[in-house]
Structures are given as structure tokens and as C-alpha cells.
């Protein structure tokens, strides 16, 4: 069993920067695959990042690739995702979902994580 909290969202322009984090509680971190979904209001819950920490691949959705960046910390049993140059459609509820093991192929399916947090509320402001 883990536990998530994110951590770090916030109001922000466009244009603008923010971190989110995820903590884990329970297990080693680094043994998980870890995602970030996102959910806009009316709209389905969707992949936006993700960090397959052995052997260190990071996949990203087209809609954030380049301006997205996942990353993870062993020590402190977190993952980050440092989110640049913000647009107002980023807009959404994020969250972090960890799943044991690895799933190369099924990196983006919301079903195959098994842990979730409770969601941290991203605003980007025109």
C-alpha cells in the first residue's frame, strides 16, 4: 500500500510556472511507475506525464511535451512535475497515480494505476 499527497498548485498566468509535487508514504517510491493525470470541468481525466523510474524513461502527452517535465527524488520519496509557459487549457485538477512495477506500454491508461492522490487544482489565468 501507498498513500500520495500532491502538493503545489495554485493560480497563475500564462506564461507562468509551477511545480507540483507528489509525495509517497508506505513504499519505496523508485520500485513504482508514477503518473500525473489531469481533469478539466466537463472533461475526461487524462494522461500528462509519467516516470518509469527504472530505468529512468519519462513519457509525456503531446499537449505538454516540451513544456512539462517529470522528474523524481529517491531521498524524499517524491515526484515533481515542473510545469513552464502555463496556457489557460492546462487549467484542470491534477493528480498523481502510482502503480507496482513497470508498465511500458500502458503508461498513459488511467485504469492501470492502482494508487491515487487526492488532486491538486491548477489555474491558468488568460
Known amino acids: 500500500q501507498v498513500q500520495l499527497v500532491e502538493s503545489g498548485g495554485g493560480l497563475v498566468q500564462a506564461g507562468g510556472s509551477l511545480r507540483l509535487s507528489c509525495a509517497a508514504s508506505?513504499?519505496?517510491?523508485?520500485?513504482?511507475?508514477v503518473g500525473w493525470f489531469r481533469q478539466a470541468p466537463g472533461k475526461e481525466r487524462e494522461f500528462t506525464a509519467g516516470?518509469?523510474?527504472?530505468?529512468?524513461?519519462?513519457y509525456y502527452a503531446d499537449s505538454v511535451k516540451g513544456r512539462f517535465t517529470i522528474s523524481g527524488d529517491n531521498a524524499k520519496n517524491t515526484v515533481y512535475l515542473q510545469m513552464n509557459s502555463l496556457k489557460p487549457e492546462d487549467t484542470a485538477v491534477y493528480y498523481c497515480?502510482?502503480?507496482?512495477?513497470?508498465?511500458?506500454?500502458?503508461?498513459?491508461?488511467?485504469?492501470?494505476?492502482?494508487?491515487w492522490g487526492q488532486g491538486t487544482q491548477v489555474t491558468v489565468s488568460s
Open positions: 516516470l518509469d523510474w527504472k530505468p529512468g524513461n519519462t
Open positions: 508506505g513504499r519505496t517510491f523508485s520500485a513504482y511507475t
Open positions: 497515480a502510482a502503480v507496482y512495477g513497470r508498465i511500458p506500454y500502458e503508461y498513459s491508461s488511467d485504469w492501470r494505476y492502482d494508487y
